[in-house]
T-cell receptor, first 113, second 113 residues
Framework: DAGITQSPRHKVTETGTPVTLRCHQT?????MYWYRQDPGHGLRLIHY???????DKGEVSDGYSVSRSKTEDFLLTLESATSSQTSVYFC????????????FGSGTQLSVL | SQKIEQNSEALNIQEGKTATLTCNYT??????LQWYRQDPGRGPVFLLL?????KEKRKERLKVTFDTTLKQSLFHITASQPADSATYLC????????????FGRGTSLIVHP
């Protein structure tokens, strides 16, 4: 498996609290992505990064922010969690060239009560 | 943006038969298309990438076709085994000139012994 680690693996939190999910890679890949996966919707892109401090929004970015201060770390923050953000969150990485395959982490199951 | 359609109904087949999964897309024709496998509780795993100038690609028991006229890709697993049971996702660039993958919702394959 590609060296990609997500933490935590599971988290339960309350509505209105801030939450940060971490994605760490050891592959020195340029591109990093955060997706959420929900029944009936499949994988949807939240934010992505194409380099240190270079990030952009995906199709479901409202309520989420990201940061990438180092090549190996990509953080996803829910500033004030809502029940609609209960989901499985996947981080993915890809190499320097466009069109390369994505390597996914094992996911974080987040429950917002 | 790209719209991707995969059959939401599970595909049930007998061991040893060929499984065929379909991925249809609308709008522009992508430069490439990817197939991933996802097991319960795990992140997707890349299987195959096929480019627009390739009609067919094979990897062991897997075969992918890409028909840009029909805007369709077929994913075949020959001599299927119960271990092939999983959800299979197709992915395309989200828009012309983009490298950001957009995923279909996936089709569940169940191979019965």
């Amino acid at each position: 498996d590609a060296g990609i680690t997500q933490s935590p693996r599971h988290k339960v939190t309350e509505t209105g609290t801030p939450v940060t999910l971490r994605c760490h890679q050891t592959e020195n890949h340029r591109y990093m992505y955060w997706y959420r996966q929900d029944p009936g919707h499949g994988l949807r892109l939240i934010h992505y990064s194409y380099g240190v401090k270079d990030t952009d929004k995906g199709e479901v970015s409202d309520g989420y922010s990201v940061s990438r201060s180092k090549t190996e770390d990509f953080l996803l923050t829910l500033e004030s969690a809502t029940s609609s953000q209960t989901s499985v969150y996947f981080c993915a990485i890809s190499g320097h060239e466009e069109n390369e395959k994505l390597f996914f982490g094992s996911g974080t199951q987040l429950s917002v009560l | 943006s790209q719209k991707i359609e995969q059959n939401s109904e599970a595909l049930n087949i007998q061991e040893g038969k060929t499984a065929t999964l379909t991925c249809n897309y609308t709008n522009y024709s992508p430069a490439y298309l990817q197939w991933y496998r996802q097991d319960p509780g795990r992140g997707p795993v890349f299987l195959l990438l096929i480019r627009e100038n390739e009609k067919e690609k094979r990897k062991e028991r897997l075969k992918v076709t890409f028909d840009t006229t029909l805007k369709q890709s077929l994913f075949h697993i020959t001599a299927s085994q119960p271990a092939d049971s999983a959800t299979y996702l197709c992915a395309l660039p989200s828009s012309g000139g983009s490298y950001i993958p957009t995923f279909g919702r996936g089709t569940s394959l169940i191979v019965h012994p």
